[in-house]
Protein backbone atom coordinates (compact mmCIF):
# COMPACT_ATOMS: atom_id res chain seq x y z
CA UNK A 1 0.00 0.00 0.00
CA UNK A 2 1.50 3.30 -0.72
CA UNK A 3 1.65 6.36 1.22
CA UNK A 4 -0.90 8.22 0.22
CA UNK A 5 -3.26 5.26 0.45
CA UNK A 6 -2.06 4.56 3.84
CA UNK A 7 -3.10 8.04 4.73
CA UNK A 8 -6.31 8.00 3.31
CA UNK A 9 -7.32 4.51 4.68
CA UNK A 10 -6.05 6.29 8.01
CA UNK A 11 -8.52 9.03 7.09
CA UNK A 12 -11.28 7.06 6.63
CA UNK A 13 -10.96 4.74 9.68
CA UNK A 14 -11.23 7.76 11.92
CA UNK A 15 -14.34 9.37 10.28
CA UNK A 16 -16.11 5.85 10.11
CA UNK A 17 -14.85 6.58 14.66
CA UNK A 18 -16.37 9.53 14.60
CA UNK A 19 -19.28 8.74 12.87
CA UNK A 20 -19.89 6.08 14.87
CA UNK A 21 -19.12 8.21 18.27
CA UNK A 22 -21.41 9.99 16.59
CA UNK A 23 -24.43 7.67 16.09
CA UNK A 24 -23.70 5.86 19.92
CA UNK A 25 -24.36 9.08 21.62
CA UNK A 26 -27.78 10.24 19.77
CA UNK A 27 -28.92 6.73 21.05
CA UNK A 28 -27.51 7.10 24.64
CA UNK A 29 -29.66 10.73 24.25
CA UNK A 30 -32.06 9.15 23.14
CA UNK A 31 -32.45 6.60 26.02
CA UNK A 32 -31.91 8.88 28.21
CA UNK A 33 -34.63 10.71 27.52
CA UNK A 34 -36.93 7.85 27.79
CA UNK A 35 -35.75 7.15 31.48
CA UNK A 36 -37.07 10.40 32.22
CA UNK A 37 -40.22 10.35 30.74
CA UNK A 38 -41.21 7.17 32.40
CA UNK A 39 -44.10 6.86 35.17
CA UNK A 40 -40.87 5.00 37.58
CA UNK A 41 -38.64 7.87 36.81
CA UNK A 42 -41.21 10.53 37.92
CA UNK A 43 -42.27 8.86 40.92
CA UNK A 44 -39.10 9.18 42.03
CA UNK A 45 -38.11 12.12 41.44
CA UNK A 46 -41.67 13.47 43.46
CA UNK A 47 -40.76 11.36 46.30
CA UNK A 48 -36.76 12.44 46.56
CA UNK A 49 -38.07 16.05 46.00
CA UNK A 50 -40.17 15.76 49.60
CA UNK A 51 -36.35 15.00 51.63
CA UNK A 52 -35.07 18.29 52.74
CA UNK A 53 -31.43 18.75 51.54
CA UNK A 54 -29.76 18.99 54.63
CA UNK A 55 -26.65 21.30 55.92
CA UNK A 56 -23.38 20.06 56.98
CA UNK A 57 -23.89 20.77 60.33
CA UNK A 58 -26.83 18.63 60.28
CA UNK A 59 -25.24 16.26 58.45
CA UNK A 60 -22.67 15.82 60.89
CA UNK A 61 -25.54 15.49 63.72
CA UNK A 62 -27.39 12.80 61.84
CA UNK A 63 -24.39 10.98 61.17
CA UNK A 64 -23.55 11.01 64.76
CA UNK A 65 -26.93 9.81 66.27
CA UNK A 66 -27.33 7.46 63.51
CA UNK A 67 -24.52 6.28 61.40
CA UNK A 68 -26.61 3.67 59.32
CA UNK A 69 -29.49 6.22 58.39
CA UNK A 70 -29.98 6.64 54.42
CA UNK A 71 -33.08 8.61 54.22
CA UNK A 72 -34.55 11.19 56.76
CA UNK A 73 -37.09 13.41 57.18
CA UNK A 74 -39.57 14.58 59.16
CA UNK A 75 -42.89 13.05 60.88
CA UNK A 76 -45.10 14.71 58.50
CA UNK A 77 -43.40 14.04 55.27
CA UNK A 78 -43.37 10.44 55.95
CA UNK A 79 -46.77 10.70 56.69
CA UNK A 80 -46.63 12.61 53.03
CA UNK A 81 -45.29 9.48 51.68
CA UNK A 82 -47.93 7.05 53.19
CA UNK A 83 -45.11 5.70 55.77
CA UNK A 84 -45.60 6.01 59.35
CA UNK A 85 -43.11 6.32 62.30
CA UNK A 86 -43.00 3.29 64.65
CA UNK A 87 -44.03 4.00 68.53
CA UNK A 88 -41.27 4.04 70.77
CA UNK A 89 -38.65 5.01 68.22
CA UNK A 90 -36.09 7.99 68.82
CA UNK A 91 -36.36 10.90 66.58
CA UNK A 92 -32.82 12.26 65.55
CA UNK A 93 -32.08 15.94 67.11
CA UNK A 94 -30.94 18.51 64.48
CA UNK A 95 -31.13 22.74 64.42
CA UNK A 96 -33.74 24.30 62.11
CA UNK A 97 -33.69 27.58 61.38
CA UNK A 98 -36.41 29.49 62.28
CA UNK A 99 -36.86 33.05 60.47
CA UNK A 100 -39.23 36.07 61.96
CA UNK A 101 -40.08 39.05 61.20
CA UNK A 102 -41.93 41.75 63.81
CA UNK A 103 -42.71 45.17 63.56
CA UNK A 104 -41.64 47.67 66.22
CA UNK A 105 -42.64 51.38 66.66
CA UNK A 106 -39.31 53.90 65.89
CA UNK A 107 -39.17 57.79 67.09
CA UNK A 108 -40.56 59.46 64.43
CA UNK A 109 -44.35 57.62 64.64
CA UNK A 110 -43.45 54.80 62.50
CA UNK A 111 -42.87 51.35 62.38
CA UNK A 112 -39.63 49.84 61.56
CA UNK A 113 -39.67 46.17 60.15
CA UNK A 114 -36.83 43.70 62.01
CA UNK A 115 -35.98 40.65 60.65
CA UNK A 116 -34.36 37.93 61.78
CA UNK A 117 -33.42 34.46 62.62
CA UNK A 118 -33.33 31.64 65.43
CA UNK A 119 -32.64 28.14 65.89
CA UNK A 120 -34.47 25.24 67.57
CA UNK A 121 -34.30 21.62 67.69
CA UNK A 122 -36.46 19.60 66.05
CA UNK A 123 -36.43 15.94 65.52
CA UNK A 124 -36.27 13.72 62.23
CA UNK A 125 -36.63 10.03 61.55
CA UNK A 126 -34.64 7.49 59.12
CA UNK A 127 -36.76 5.60 56.83
CA UNK A 128 -35.51 2.32 59.30
CA UNK A 129 -37.60 3.60 61.39
CA UNK A 130 -40.82 4.14 59.97
CA UNK A 131 -43.44 1.52 58.43
CA UNK A 132 -45.38 1.57 54.88
CA UNK A 133 -44.92 1.12 51.35
CA UNK A 134 -41.68 1.02 49.26
CA UNK A 135 -40.78 4.36 48.13
CA UNK A 136 -40.09 4.55 44.30
CA UNK A 137 -37.25 3.66 42.82
CA UNK A 138 -35.27 4.04 39.74
CA UNK A 139 -32.79 0.55 38.80
CA UNK A 140 -29.42 1.21 38.23
CA UNK A 141 -28.31 -2.40 37.27
CA UNK A 142 -24.49 -3.70 37.96
CA UNK A 143 -23.05 -4.94 34.71
CA UNK A 144 -22.51 -8.40 35.50
CA UNK A 145 -20.56 -9.61 32.14
CA UNK A 146 -17.11 -10.58 32.11
CA UNK A 147 -14.47 -8.03 30.65
CA UNK A 148 -11.23 -9.27 31.49
CA UNK A 149 -9.74 -8.52 28.44
CA UNK A 150 -11.15 -4.60 28.01
CA UNK A 151 -10.47 -4.51 31.87
CA UNK A 152 -6.67 -5.33 31.09
CA UNK A 153 -6.43 -3.31 28.00
CA UNK A 154 -8.01 -0.21 30.15
CA UNK A 155 -5.35 -0.86 32.84
CA UNK A 156 -2.55 -0.61 30.41
CA UNK A 157 -3.96 2.92 29.02
CA UNK A 158 -4.34 4.50 32.29
CA UNK A 159 -0.81 3.17 33.14
CA UNK A 160 0.16 4.77 29.67
CA UNK A 161 -1.27 7.72 30.84
CA UNK A 162 0.97 8.14 33.83
CA UNK A 163 -2.42 6.89 36.25
CA UNK A 164 -1.69 4.68 38.94
CA UNK A 165 -4.52 2.43 39.26
CA UNK A 166 -5.72 0.76 42.31
CA UNK A 167 -8.19 -2.34 43.05
CA UNK A 168 -10.28 -2.61 46.13
CA UNK A 169 -13.16 -3.07 48.30
CA UNK A 170 -14.56 0.63 48.29
CA UNK A 171 -17.59 0.49 51.10
CA UNK A 172 -20.30 3.37 50.89
CA UNK A 173 -21.63 2.05 47.39
CA UNK A 174 -19.06 3.59 45.86
CA UNK A 175 -17.81 1.89 42.69
CA UNK A 176 -15.08 4.06 41.88
CA UNK A 177 -12.81 7.29 42.56
CA UNK A 178 -10.54 9.46 40.52
CA UNK A 179 -7.74 11.69 42.44
CA UNK A 180 -5.88 13.02 40.54
CA UNK A 181 -3.29 10.76 38.79
CA UNK A 182 -4.58 7.87 40.87
CA UNK A 183 -8.12 5.93 40.65
CA UNK A 184 -9.55 3.29 42.47
CA UNK A 185 -11.75 1.01 41.72
CA UNK A 186 -14.04 -1.47 43.40
CA UNK A 187 -12.75 -4.89 42.86
CA UNK A 188 -15.79 -6.86 44.49
CA UNK A 189 -18.35 -6.42 41.18
CA UNK A 190 -17.55 -8.32 37.78
CA UNK A 191 -14.79 -7.52 35.79
CA UNK A 192 -17.76 -6.14 32.76
CA UNK A 193 -18.55 -3.36 35.74
CA UNK A 194 -15.02 -2.64 36.59
CA UNK A 195 -14.39 -2.14 33.29
CA UNK A 196 -17.01 0.61 33.25
CA UNK A 197 -16.01 2.36 36.17
CA UNK A 198 -12.26 2.56 35.03
CA UNK A 199 -13.71 3.86 31.57
CA UNK A 200 -15.76 6.52 33.58
CA UNK A 201 -12.79 7.33 36.03
CA UNK A 202 -10.32 7.73 33.10
CA UNK A 203 -12.69 10.22 31.18
CA UNK A 204 -12.45 12.36 34.95
CA UNK A 205 -9.11 12.29 34.59
CA UNK A 206 -8.93 13.31 30.98
CA UNK A 207 -11.99 16.06 30.86
CA UNK A 208 -12.07 17.06 34.92
CA UNK A 209 -8.38 16.56 36.58
CA UNK A 210 -7.87 20.56 36.25
CA UNK A 211 -10.55 23.02 37.08
CA UNK A 212 -13.24 20.92 38.26
CA UNK A 213 -14.95 23.49 39.46
CA UNK A 214 -16.01 25.04 36.32
CA UNK A 215 -18.61 22.02 35.88
CA UNK A 216 -21.39 21.06 37.70
CA UNK A 217 -21.21 17.67 39.35
CA UNK A 218 -24.40 16.67 37.47
CA UNK A 219 -22.41 17.50 33.87
CA UNK A 220 -19.00 15.98 35.63
CA UNK A 221 -21.05 13.10 36.12
CA UNK A 222 -22.87 13.38 32.58
CA UNK A 223 -19.43 13.97 30.49
CA UNK A 224 -17.56 10.73 32.27
CA UNK A 225 -20.64 8.13 32.18
CA UNK A 226 -20.79 9.01 28.07
CA UNK A 227 -17.10 8.26 27.16
CA UNK A 228 -17.20 5.22 29.28
CA UNK A 229 -20.34 4.30 27.46
CA UNK A 230 -18.83 5.06 23.69
CA UNK A 231 -15.59 3.14 24.94
CA UNK A 232 -17.56 -0.13 26.45
CA UNK A 233 -19.86 -0.06 23.68
CA UNK A 234 -17.15 0.22 21.02
CA UNK A 235 -15.32 -2.71 22.60
CA UNK A 236 -18.33 -5.20 22.47
CA UNK A 237 -19.51 -4.22 26.35
CA UNK A 238 -23.01 -3.62 26.46
CA UNK A 239 -23.86 -0.42 28.98
CA UNK A 240 -26.33 1.12 28.08
CA UNK A 241 -29.15 0.55 30.61
CA UNK A 242 -26.81 1.43 33.69
CA UNK A 243 -25.34 4.47 31.51
CA UNK A 244 -28.88 5.92 30.78
CA UNK A 245 -30.20 5.21 34.07
CA UNK A 246 -26.80 6.99 36.00
CA UNK A 247 -27.20 10.12 33.34
CA UNK A 248 -30.55 10.71 34.04
CA UNK A 249 -30.51 10.05 38.07
CA UNK A 250 -27.48 13.14 37.74
CA UNK A 251 -30.47 15.27 36.49
CA UNK A 252 -28.75 14.52 32.58
CA UNK A 253 -30.52 14.72 29.71
CA UNK A 254 -30.57 14.60 25.79
CA UNK A 255 -29.40 18.88 25.65
CA UNK A 256 -27.07 18.39 28.07
CA UNK A 257 -25.38 15.61 27.12
CA UNK A 258 -25.52 16.98 23.37
CA UNK A 259 -24.25 20.66 24.74
CA UNK A 260 -21.06 18.89 25.78
CA UNK A 261 -20.77 16.19 22.36
CA UNK A 262 -17.61 17.65 21.31
CA UNK A 263 -15.60 17.04 24.79
CA UNK A 264 -17.03 13.32 24.88
CA UNK A 265 -16.78 12.91 21.77
CA UNK A 266 -12.76 13.81 21.60
CA UNK A 267 -12.79 12.20 25.24
CA UNK A 268 -13.67 9.02 23.89
CA UNK A 269 -11.83 8.81 20.83
CA UNK A 270 -8.52 9.27 22.66
CA UNK A 271 -9.66 6.21 24.66
CA UNK A 272 -10.69 4.09 22.01
CA UNK A 273 -6.91 5.19 19.87
CA UNK A 274 -5.11 4.10 23.39
CA UNK A 275 -7.02 1.13 23.22
CA UNK A 276 -6.18 0.07 19.74
CA UNK A 277 -2.99 0.74 20.89
CA UNK A 278 -2.26 3.91 18.64
CA UNK A 279 -0.59 5.97 21.25
CA UNK A 280 1.04 3.35 22.83
CA UNK A 281 2.97 1.97 19.77
CA UNK A 282 4.31 5.71 18.87
CA UNK A 283 5.55 5.44 21.94
CA UNK A 284 7.11 2.03 21.95
CA UNK A 285 8.45 3.06 18.74
Not at 8 to 25: H, M, P, Y
Not at 54 to 73: E, G
Not at 114 to 131: K, L, N, P, S
Request: charged residues 25%.
Amino acid sequence: MTSLAKKQETANKKKRLVQSIDDRLDTLAKAIDKVRASKIFTDYLNSQARFHKYSWNNSMLIAMQCPDATQVAGYQTWKKLNRQVRKGEHGIMIIAPCPFSKETDNKQGGTDTIEGIFFRAVHVFDIAQTDGPELPTVDLPTIEHCADDLLAQLVSVAHHRGIIVNFASLTGGVFGISKGGVVDVNNSHPTGQQAKTLAHELAHEALHKTNRGALTRSMAELEAESVAYVVCMHSGLDVEVRASHYIALWDGDSKALRASLDRISKTARGIIDDLDHKAIGKAVA
